[in-house]
């Protein structure tokens, strides 16, 4: 009797192990990273980057006296460039499903960013349209800061993640080279 439960509790660990061996060499050899995906995101880094010089240069306008025109287009420019990364996420988005595990959760960490500088630039916008001349205030100073905040912030999350990317494939490529197992 206790034979014949060693034989089916030995029978029944085999069985697990298979069921098992399919998960565990998925954790193991996970999704590749989409090269389209990579290529997005080295865009989305370009636009991130002017972005956060656009900010810049318009927070410096508090500073000055310039007229509010010269603001509304600094603003407007600013808007086209997020929307220009908004296409660019969108993009991202759709091609997710095939992108690799670290790769979705980059587009999960960026899009809330986009979004909160696009709600910022609208914010922006209404203020300047509202209010042309109250652009030396405390109020608007803190609008521009806000926005240069979150495209300094957005900038280096996407430029982090795109440094992250190079060096994975980096390391990946040594690995083969090298006839590592597991890379």
């Not at 060693?6 to 193991?28: I, K, Q, R």
Request: glycine share 4%.
């Amino acid at each position: 009797m206790k034979k014949v439960q060693y034989v089916c509790g030995l029978a029944l660990l085999v069985a697990a192990s298979l069921t098992l061996l399919p998960v565990l060499e998925a954790a193991d050899n996970p999704a590749p990273d989409s090269p389209e995906v990579s290529e997005l995101l080295s865009q989305a880094k370009s636009h991130a980057n002017q972005l956060r010089n656009d900010a810049d240069t318009m927070k410096s306008f508090s500073a000055g006296k310039l007229s509010w025109q010269s603001h509304a287009e600094r603003i407007r420019m600013i808007k086209d460039h997020t929307n220009d990364l908004g296409k660019v996420l969108q993009e991202m988005s759709d091609k997710r499903q095939s992108a690799s595990p670290w790769q979705q959760a980059a587009i999960d960490r960026i899009t809330p960013l986009a979004r909160e500088l696009a709600a910022n630039i609208e914010t922006t916008i209404e203020h300047i349209n509202n209010n042309r001349d109250q652009l030396h205030t405390p109020r608007y100073r803190e609008y521009l800061s806000a926005n240069f905040e979150v495209t300094s912030s957005l900038a280096k999350l996407i430029n982090d993640l795109v440094e992250y990317g190079q060096n994975k494939a980096k390391y990946e490529s040594l690995g083969k080279a090298l006839e590592v197992p597991g890379m």
